[in-house]
């Protein structure tokens, strides 16, 4: 599988993501992707990754040219990341941090992610099976046009936060 694949974990100082770093090391182990086509940036998260090219954080045109030149984006479900993916006509993989694992304070992540993929935008997966189903078939994922606009996502937004 010859693509760039660009995994974000956000920049939380006070929650760390090791769980999605050590999943994508796995996967490089077993052959389910090549390390040499994953580039990460890694936040205040001290897990080093074995198989793959990390870093910690970078400036925000520096992401955005990341972003522009992976055909997968594996982000957490943090709004910025997610759109600025969807904004440069990524296919993206949400993979939300949880709050069973002390990822984050609650599960908004949980909600944020099924609120993108059940819009058609996004790919989820809550666990590495899920992670590997969804690489293996990327290619028959055809993602609903993200059309960015501040008052339909804050629509969206606001009516997520109204039902909860």
Do not use: W
């Not at 897990?47 to 400036?59: H, I, V």
């Not at 479900?77 to 609650?106: C, M, N, W, Y």
């Amino acid at each position: 599988m010859d693509i760039l694949i660009f995994v974000t974990v956000g920049s939380s100082e006070e929650y760390k993501f090791p769980r999605l770093l050590q999943i994508v090391d796995e996967l490089c182990d077993e052959g389910v992707i090549s390390g040499k086509d994953v580039v990460a940036q890694i936040g205040y998260t001290e897990y080093g990754p074995r198989n793959y090219k990390a870093f910690d954080m970078t400036s925000d045109e520096e992401f955005k040219e990341l972003v522009a030149k992976a055909d997968i984006v594996i982000t957490h479900a943090g709004t910025g990341s997610v759109t600025s993916a969807l904004k440069a006509h990524r296919k993206v993989i949400i993979f939300p941090r949880q709050f069973r694992f002390k990822e984050h304070l609650d599960d908004h992540q949980l909600e944020l992610a099924s609120l993108f993929t059940d819009k058609g935008y996004t790919l989820s997966a809550m666990d590495k099976e899920e992670l590997i189903d969804r690489i293996v078939h990327i290619d028959e994922f055809h993602p609903v046009e993200f059309v960015s606009s501040n008052k339909k996502i804050n629509k969206i937004v606001i009516d997520f936060i109204d039902k909860t």
